[in-house]
């Protein structure tokens, strides 16, 4: 049923909750995962258009990749990893449909305010436009005081 699942990762907390959940239903399933990281920033955002270099944060966001993927590749997954660039949600949504995903999931986040607009915003347009299921984990919780 879920042949490849792609994984959204943010290179946060959020992903320690949600890997856990992935790699079990992965293996259930016999499912090929696909981890994703949007990096969003200046460089990212312009990096074909300007022709620019990778910058630190982009370099960071690939080795980020490259750990998780050796680590569920350790476990005995088949995984693949993409490093996308621009605006999370339509570069989410675009992997998924290029690679043929049948489940795109995503970890949810215990901000308030700011934290809620900005990835809440991108949950929001990942889980209205998807054709394919989408899985939303809970991210770590966070201490009250």
């Known amino acids: 049923m879920y042949v490849r699942i792609l994984v959204a990762l943010e290179n ?14 992965a293996r259930r399933l016999g499912s090929s995962l696909l981890l994703v990281h949007v990096a969003d920033g200046f460089a990212a955002r312009n990096f074909a258009s300007l022709k620019l270099a990778e910058s630190d944060e982009i370099r960071a966001d ?4 490259d750990r998780r ?5 350790g476990a005995g997954h088949a995984v693949e990893v993409q490093l996308a660039m621009g605006e999370p949600a339509r570069e ?8 043929g995903c049948d489940m ?4 949810t986040h215990g901000h308030r305010f700011i934290g809620d607009l900005v990835h809440g915003s991108t949950i929001s347009e990942v889980r209205h436009k998807a054709s394919v299921p ?12």
């Open 134 to 145: 989408v899985l939303l984990v809970p991210g770590v919780a966070r201490a009250k005081g």
């Open 104 to 107: 795109i999931a995503m970890g």
């Open 92 to 99: 989410i949504l675009r992997v998924a449909a290029e690679h």
């Open 69 to 73: 993927a050796a680590d569920l590749r």
């Open 62 to 65: 690939r080795a980020y990749l």
């Open 12 to 25: 946060g907390r959020a992903d320690d909750a949600l890997l856990p959940h992935v790699s079990d239903l």
